[in-house]
């Protein structure tokens, strides 16, 4: 048998009715914490996630500190891409640089491809150490970047507004586009079935940055890959699928696949369900923003997306996306006791 959160969490992705609303976050372990940030004074970023038991440590510390219903995996999308040579850094503010873009079907080629089992044996590590300590108190969610995401980094180089080289890439060299995608889709498949082989209990493909794209070029040139890699996963584990600014693309996610869309917080969680069709579930989808404001206004907003969804079955609450590091820890505390009580049928 399994204990309460994993069960609800489990069934809330099967849209099955559950006795509470299963709550996580993303970003959940991060800079907002004191304990995150003070063993970040004694790693780098990148040291920090290659050491098995300090990752095992601050993907417990929500858990243990916040009530939450589900730990995820403390590690970065991008930590699979470095093995290809990139020239992979976390700079401090600036957050990640790629110092060897991809920007020609010559750079593709360039790219070496070694087996995830051996490119990241450190994360494999963690999800095993994690799935000890949790003995099934709360399941462990896995995750990766999807191909359209990774993809923006390596063509673009680090965070972008515009996406123009990946942009120009896509359309200019759509053989390059073919290749990058189709190989940046097989490492993602591998590494998730590898977390679930590890122990991961469902996982999360981040497509963060597809609300840049208009619909048919998502279908066209995104879509192809990433229901590539869902239908590769091991069958049974729930795949939560997600996105920010996806309100003209939820439809095309959905045939992309995933047990549950994730939803951001410029959609209304309820017409948008409706809309999307009962037959998947949702997560989300509060503005984290919220969460700088009083604990009288978190509870609004819980309520109001708790009341848009109705008790209907198949919701797990989460963040339309990361916790703000600027965010103040007992109004994340208090988010969690609030989407329990108020959701216990
Ligand atoms: O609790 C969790 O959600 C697990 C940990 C997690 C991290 N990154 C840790 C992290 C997860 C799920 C990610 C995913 C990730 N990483 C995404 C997709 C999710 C999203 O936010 O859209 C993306 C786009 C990245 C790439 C990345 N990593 C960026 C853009 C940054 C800088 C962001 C920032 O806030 O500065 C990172 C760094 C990073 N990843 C941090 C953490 C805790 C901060 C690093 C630090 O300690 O300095």
Known sequence: MQSGSTAC???ACRRERTPFTPVWLMRQAGRYMPEYRALRARYGFLELCKNPEAAAEVTLQPVEKLGV?????FADILLVLEPLGIGLEFTRGDGPRIHR?????????????VPVEEAVPFLFETVRLVRKALSDRVPLIGFAGAPFTLASYLVEGGPSREFLFTKRLMREEPAAWDALMRMLGEITAEYLNGQIAAGAHAVQLFDSWIGTLAPSDYRDYVLPYTRRVIQQLTPGVPVIHFGTGTAGLLHLMKAAGGDVIGLDWRVEIGPTWERLGYDIAVQGNLDPAVLLADVGEVRRGVKEILDSVAGRPGHVFNLGHGVHKETPVDHVTALVDIVHELSAR
Do not use: N
Request: aromatic fraction near 4%; charged fraction near 40%; avoid cysteine.
């Open 9 to 11: 969490f489990l069934r």
């Open 101 to 113: 873009p991809v920007r020609s079907h010559h750079d593709v080629k360039r790219l070496d491809r």
């Open 69 to 73: 219903d589900a730990a995820i995996l």
